[in-house]
């Protein structure tokens, strides 16, 4: 990633840029519906300017043209009025300089205080030094966000413009800001339905975490460009004459995939980006006729398309009828074009796409009845939330995974035997419904009739389902369902009622845990907890409590001592060192695991960590969760006993990393490697005589790259082969990949991550 141009204005420079960035936030608010309170968002901006004057940001620019930016932000892209510009542009005064928020509701009054002192509660972002200490800040998130709405949209808009600009940050910074934000910001956006938000934030994250990448994905897409738009006129052409023939006013424009979720296509379905097929859809917005109601248009619009062109059997949305639970309205249908290729259309109203596009924020501008329709939609999942809030785990990332459960996931629709209407996330099961329905229903549910079927208390529901849920008073929760539950409430529910049962053991472990440190002087901190917690391999304190309370394990028995006063002595000293970690024992551990790894004594997480291997000595471990290769995008992660892990920037365990370790990530480079590494090929082609042959014959032959395992299937005409190869880095893969692809039948060659 380049590094920022250095800043380089005069005073006089600078304060005309302030004063026209703030003229651009005013026209903007102008030209919006809301009432104008000109006056209101002038006291504030001269307010926040007083304040942060002479504060720079790091790029060097002056600090107040960050919350002007949130600002516009929050004004133009989430369509929010005078109270929350004021609070974009006061978000940092209590946080960062001497003003308070009685000084706030003093001179701005009580709700724009308020929204301040929301946003400053989570002011140090979701994710702090202690685990804690995360779930908490988090916690207060959604707190303030479940009192109001607008305090998460001006913390979204926050995130927006910090990514916009971070290249000022440095690298490690960089993967720990770009990482919490595809772990959790993008997801929470998705759920506000703010999707034009989410989308620039994922593609923002990718641009930082794969530089190489995006650049190769978005010179790909500019160089499709033209045939896009030949292929797109020819599909288009009939659409717009037919609609002009209904009189309809309306826009249609060609939208085209984000480069993150192509990417992501390419690499859960393994496909080179010439194979992404859906690479855009058409996108028709209409102003509903007076005296038509708007589902009325978007059906009789989906009945000429269909007309025209023949729609995929599968592949048609409607959730004009059935809302998804972000209150995204549309109805898409999937259209066979005149080249042979199939494009989604998706059809909205003027109302509807802007509710998609601006999310919850826009649904305020729409009363139904005196009510707000969709916004009913935002009381139910703030009320899930809540319950969520109700479960006390201090673990920060158990935490925000049960949550995400609930954020971003696709969503299906079931019905009760009344009828009534439960939206959960694909891959719900019976028992989903029962804890969404009440806490004791999931406590004592023994089976389920779906579509008067009876099943069991596992089986996934599909959309469309009627789902009965049928319970035992002698029925109790059993740990075992945690395995097979979807959804963040009823995994929540769940938990509480095992804790309820188990705290009497608990309790009991916390006081032999209690009673050891108070009998051996002992003083913990964070990272003594960790070791603890890592050595009886537990995630909480309160598992590591449960395992003692009930005799599961002894603290003399994991520590091999007796109760003598020198064996207290001992213990005492082990536990402020970590479990005695001492470097004889780092040194026999390494002899015995890793004697080709040399641990750095002082690593500076500033700097790009420089990674090397000589063959017999190399300052890094790979991580096996992604066993990623030299010329991957990786990032470093320094570890419990001072080594430095690499792990691929798209594990799922380094997004975990990225969004709850901020403070020990390493930029890193790759350096001369002189090694073999282990790298899995999975191919896919027409079966034929010696096709085997010719592929070990190019592999081993011609490339003379060792093989050390080979599994191959056929069924009919068709064969798949998955390999493992010992290799020297990516480049070494790519080769592999593109010699193989020439083997006649051979159809598809994808290295497996």
Same mark, same amino acid.
């Given at each position: ?277 859906? !690479?855009? *859809?058409?996108? $028709?917005?209409?102003? @509903? +006729?007076? &005296? ?114 609930? !954020?971003? *996931?696709?969503? $299906?629709?079931?019905? @009760? +035997?009344? &009828? ?334």
């Amino acid at each position: 990633m380049e590094s920022p141009a250095p800043y380089s204005l005069t005073p006089e420079q600078e304060s005309r840029l302030i004063d026209d960035e703030f003229a651009d936030l005013l026209r903007g608010y102008l030209a919006s519906n809301h009432r104008k309170k000109v006056d209101l968002i002038e006291r504030a901006f001269k307010f926040a300017r007083e304040a942060h004057y002479g504060v720079r940001r790091r790029s060097g620019e002056p600090y107040i043209l960050h919350p002007i930016a949130v600002a516009k932000i929050v004004s133009r892209e989430i369509g929010l009025g005078s109270t929350s510009i004021c609070a974009a542009l006061l978000h940092d005064v209590v946080e960062d300089t001497e003003y308070t928020v009685e000084d706030i509701e003093r001179h701005f009054g009580k709700k724009i205080a308020e929204i301040v002192s929301g946003l400053t509660k989570i002011s140090g972002g979701i994710f702090g030094d202690r685990a804690s200490a995360q779930a908490e800040n988090f916690r207060k998130l959604l707190l303030t966000m479940s009192e109001d709405i607008r305090v998460v949209l001006i913390k979204m808009a926050d995130r927006l413009h910090n990514m916009r600009t971070l290249g000022s940050m440095a690298p490690n910074k960089q993967y720990k800001i770009a990482g919490e934000t595809l772990y959790i910001y993008a997801p929470l956006a998705h759920r506000l339905g703010l999707f034009g938000i989410k989308t620039e934030l994922e593609d923002l994250s990718f641009k930082y975490e794969h530089p190489a990448e995006y650049a190769r994905i978005a010179s790909l897409i500019k160089g499709t460009e033209e045939k896009r738009e030949m292929v797109y006129n020819n599909f288009a052409t009939p659409i717009h004459e037919r609609l002009a023939e209904m009189g309809l006013t309306y826009d249609a424009k060609a939208r085209v995939k984000s480069v993150y979720s192509i990417w992501r296509k390419m690499e859960t379905k393994h496909v080179p980006f010439e194979e992404v097929y859906d !690479l855009y *859809a058409m996108r $028709i917005i209409f102003d @509903t +006729p007076e &005296g038509v109601n708007e589902k009325e248009m978007c059906y009789r619009i989906y009945s000429a398309l269909t007309d025209l062109y023949t729609p995929h059997p599968e592949r048609t949305r409607d959730w004009v009828a059935v809302p998804k639970a972000n209150g995204y309205q549309a109805l898409h249908v999937t259209l066979m074009g005149p080249d042979g290729n199939w494009i989604e259309v998706q059809i909205r109203s003027r109302r509807m796409d802007e509710i998609a596009e601006k999310g919850f924020a826009a649904h305020w501008k729409y009363k139904i009845g005196g009510e707000y329709e969709e916004e009913s939609e935002l009381t139910v999942w703030l009320r899930t939330i809540k319950d969520i809030l109700d479960d006390p785990n201090p673990n920060a990332i158990d935490f925000l995974d049960t949550l995400k459960l609930n !954020l971003f *996931a696709s969503e $299906i629709v079931v019905f @009760t +035997p009344k &009828g009534e209407l439960l939206t959960l996330p694909a891959g719900a099961t019976v028992l989903d419904v029962a804890y969404s329905l009440h806490s004791e229903l999931g406590n004592h549910c023994i089976a389920g009739k779906v579509n008067h079927k009876l099943v069991q208390l596992s089986h996934k529901l599909n959309s469309g389902d009627q789902v009965e849920v049928l319970t035992s008073h002698s029925q109790k929760p059993k740990a075992e369902w945690m395995e097979f539950l979807s959804t963040a409430k009823a995994k929540t529910r769940l938990r509480k009622e095992l804790r309820r049962e188990q705290q009497p053991f608990i309790e009991k472990g916390r006081q032999i845990f209690d009673a050891f440190l108070t009998e051996n002087n002992i003083n913990l901190n964070n990272d003594v907890i960790t070791k603890i917690l890592g050595r009886y391999q537990v995630s909480t304190r309160e598992e590591l409590f449960l395992k003692l309370g009930t005799g599961e394990a002894s603290i003399d028995d994991y520590l091999n001592v007796n109760t003598s006063s020198r064996a207290k002595s001992l213990v005492s000293r082990l536990f402020r060192l970590g479990f005695g970690k001492s470097d004889n024992s780092k040194k026999k551990r390494k002899t015995e695991n890793e004697s080709d790894t040399a641990t750095p004594a002082e690593i500076d997480v500033k700097k790009t960590y420089v990674l090397h291997d000589d063959g017999t000595d190399r300052n890094f471990i790979l991580a096996e969760c992604c066993s990623p290769l030299p010329g991957d995008d990786v990032m470093g992660y320094l570890n419990y006993d001072g080594q430095v892990e690499i792990h691929s920037l798209s594990c799922p365990h380094a997004q975990k990393l990225k969004a709850g370790h901020g403070d020990r990530l390493l930029a890193v480079k790759w350096d001369k490697i002189d090694r073999d590494f282990i790298a899995n090929i999975h191919v896919e082609g027409i079966d034929r005589h010696g096709i085997l042959q010719e592929l070990t014959g190019v592999i081993s032959g011609s490339l003379d790259i060792d093989m050390r395992r080979l599994n191959i299937e056929a069924h009919g005409e068709v064969f798949s082969c998955d390999l493992d190869v010992k290799v020297t880095d990516v480049k070494h893969v790519r080769r592999l990949c593109a010699a193989m692809r020439k083997v006649d039948g051979v159809r598809r060659v994808v290295r497996v991550k």
